[in-house]
């Protein structure tokens, strides 16, 4: 508002008119609260759909079978073999007999002074797995270390690892085979020669014969990864790994009771009486009472695998009855939550009609925006309106001053003649 200096009675006619528009701005001032209170909501949905989220991602780790599912495998003898249960659905015991390691092939060079030690340029040819590739040296750079940084720098070379060794009686160039077993075994040129012979590894699993390459084969007991470490025997048995599968459950129940939480709050503050919320609830909780059909036509519900809702509305796992389902028939579990149609995939779904980018949160904070949106063009014409009324203001108070000046001015001459008037009259 530009300031007006008074020049008839004194009249402060800027305070009078701020004052004025002061009311007059009320309107605005209730636009203001109304698009606080639109951002306060949309922030509670945000805080809505992070706590969906959340138990979203809860819920996927149950619909993952071998996340869900899980084994541990143990060894007797641990120095002998350890397992590693990858896909392994059931209790299971291997007696493992280890014969012999699998072993990387391995050859020496003869014995150089250094290696800095020349040797002859040329072509050098190495092969491996029936891989083969050569090495081109020149007269400037033929040295026993020369020789080495061309073998592992060949883009040619997928098996060889090539490295010196400073001995007593000199620097050797040796050569390892990348991968154990017979199939790969190193060809080199006549002044190498064998140190470590390839050899697959030998092992017997409840007596029956088996030759893999590797010490870590993962096709021998399937399910199973195997770490064969020395000879030997040990025991290796498979059970079922309640706690990590209980603690896969427990995350899921404190996702779904924080989400609970979270919608108690907002219904009781900044979503209080949005429908939303209500939606929300009944959608999530009534998952729980749905039926889920397994391929042999048998319906069940979540409260059959331990699954129960207290008087509070808050969720728990019974962690004895859990285990009981695991013992009897883990299959039984993992279909009805892990299968494509199973309780957990529908639970996600039900999720995502509330977090997408289409769902309900998305088109109830667009509903909110768009308000906003409306709120500014009323602002702009609220804004405007007021302009006009100020001026209208300032000019009807500027007038009324100058009017009470000329009053006023008038007033004083006439109380001046009417004085002259007695003067000359007495």
């Known amino acids: ?14 305070s009078i008119v701020s004052s004025l528009m002061n009311i007059e701005r009320k309107p605005l001032r209730d636009l203001d609260k109304k698009e606080q209170e639109l951002n306060v909501k949309i922030s509670a949905i945000g805080r809505l759909r992070s706590a969906l989220s959340d138990f979203k991602f809860a819920t996927k780790d149950l619909t993952n079978e071998v996340k869900l599912g899980q084994y541990n495998a143990n060894s007797s003898d641990k120095s002998v073999a350890t397992a590693t249960a990858t896909s392994v659905k059931t209790s299971e015991m291997h007696k493992i007999n280890v014969l012999a390691l699998a072993t990387n092939h391995r050859m020496t060079s003869n014995a150089f002074a250094s290696p800095d030690a020349a040797i002859a340029p040329g072509t050098y040819s190495f092969g491996v797995g029936g891989d083969s590739f050569d090495i081109e040296l020149d007269a400037d750079s033929a ?41 790969f075994q190193i060809t080199a040129t006549d002044w190498f020669t064998e140190t470590t012979p390839a050899q697959n590894a030998e092992i017997e699993v409840d007596g ?49 009771n924080n989400l609970s939480s979270t919608l108690k709050t907002l219904k009781e503050g900044d979503l209080q009486g949005e429908g939303t919320l209500l939606n929300v609830e009944s959608t999530l909780r009534s998952g729980f009472f749905s039926s889920v ?6 319906t069940r519900t979540a409260f059959e695998f331990g699954l129960t ?77 007021l302009d006009l009324v100020e001026k209208n203001y300032m000019n009807e108070f500027t007038a009324l001053d100058s009017l009470m000046s000329q009053m006023s001015a008038t007033s004083n001459y006439m109380a001046q003649q009417l004085s002259s008037l007695a003067s000359i009259g007495g």
Request: hydrophobic content about 40%; proline content about 2%; aromatic content about 6%.
């Open 208 to 256: 029956i014969r088996a030759t893999p390459s590797s010490n870590t084969p993962n096709d021998v007991v399937p399910g199973l990864t195997l770490e064969l470490k020395a000879t030997g025997e040990t025991t290796v048995t498979t059970e079922a790994d309640k706690a990590g599968m209980q603690e896969l459950m427990g995350a899921f129940v404190d996702a779904y």
């Open 293 to 298: 059909e397994d391929a042999l036509g048998n």
């Open 309 to 385: 809702f207290d008087k509070e509305g808050a969720l728990s796992l019974d962690k004895e009855k859990f285990n009981q389902i695991v013992d009897q028939d883990i299959y039984k579990l993992l279909d009805f939550f892990s299968a494509d149609n199973g309780f957990a995939n529908a639970m996600v779904e039900r999720v995502e009609r509330f977090t997408d980018l289409e769902g309900v949160l998305s088109n109830r904070v667009d509903v909110f925006n768009a308000q906003k949106d409306r709120f500014e063009s009323d602002r702009s014409r609220i804004e405007y309106r």
């Open 1 to 14: 508002m530009a300031a007006i200096a008074s020049a008839g009675t004194g009249m402060d006619v800027n």
């Open 143 to 183: 040295t026993l270390a020369d020789l080495k940084d061309a073998i592992n720098r060949s883009a040619e070379n997928t098996g060889i690892s090539a490295g010196i060794v400073n001995g007593e009686a000199g620097s050797y160039l040796v050569l390892t085979s990348r991968k154990s077993g017979a199939d």
